[in-house]
T-cell receptor, first 111, second 115 residues
Framework: QKEVEQNSGPLSVPEGAIASLNCTYS??????FFWYRQYSGKSPELIMS????GDKEDGRFTAQLNKASQYVSLLIRDSQPSDSATYLC???????????FGKGTRLSVIA | SAVISQKPSRDICQRGTSLTIQCQVD?????MFWYRQQPGQSLTLIAT?????????ESGFVIDKFPISRPNLTFSTLTVSNMSPEDSSIYLC????????????FGQGTRLTVV
């Protein structure tokens, strides 16, 4: 059973701070890793993808991948109240298996 | 990314009835998927909709309960059959790119309530 684990939160951070979201996965052969943002009542929206170890930056978002530790994280710099949402980690395992989603971390940015 | 239109956006249905959800994409896509998101839960893959052949169902989901059609590369339907209150959920159509090993993009979802 391939699993993706996330802390459900809520994670509360003040406006302007860095929000750090974490995800671990069980399938050591996993190849591709994604972060989705889901506002309440809306469908998930892809915000970051990462495929190799290290950091990947896109605007205020940085994804970090450590395959040895089976760990993916998402950093949101200068957090804004509009970043308040549930963040879903998703992983594609070895052998072209479908995306497996974590349960998501609810982030609340306090103005 | 492709524009994915899903309808209906929401519905309230009587138990024992069936509902068909439609997913239309504005460009041809190889991979189409159907997910379910139960209240407060994450997304669970129901099946991969295969063009011209039977859908590939995940463990716990069967064709009799969730029949899927995919007549071409831009359209798919998911039917939720013989509904019970436990089927109340959000159903999401998603598309991927050329292969399985890519990210998924989602339609706006169908919020189903069974009473």
């Amino acid at each position: 059973q391939k699993e993706v684990e996330q802390n459900s939160g809520p994670l509360s951070v003040p406006e302007g701070a860095i929000a750090s979201l974490n995800c671990t996965y069980s399938d050591r052969g996993s190849q591709s890793f994604f972060w989705y943002r889901q506002y309440s009542g809306k469908s998930p929206e892809l915000i970051m993808s990462i495929y190799s170890n290290g950091d990947k930056e896109d605007g205020r978002f940085t994804a970090q991948l450590n395959k040895a530790s089976q760990y993916v994280s998402l950093l949101i710099r200068d957090s804004q109240p509009s970043d308040s949402a549930t963040y879903l980690c998703a992983v594609i395992g070895a052998g072209n298996t479908p995306l497996v989603f974590g349960k998501g971390t609810r982030l609340s940015v306090i103005a | 990314s492709a524009v994915i239109s899903q309808k209906p956006s929401r519905d309230i249905c009587q138990r024992g009835t069936s509902l068909t959800i439609q997913c239309q994409v504005d460009s041809q896509v190889t991979m189409m998927f159907w997910y379910r998101q139960q209240p407060g839960q994450s997304l669970t893959l129901i099946a991969t909709a295969n063009q011209g052949s039977e859908a590939t169902y995940e463990s716990g989901f069967v064709i009799d309960k969730f029949p899927i059609s995919r007549p071409n590369l831009t359209f798919s339907t998911l039917t939720v059959s013989n509904m019970s209150p436990e089927d109340s959920s959000i159903y999401l159509c998603s598309v991927g790119r050329a292969a399985m090993n890519t990210e998924a993009f989602f339609g706006q979802g169908t919020r189903l309530t069974v009473v």
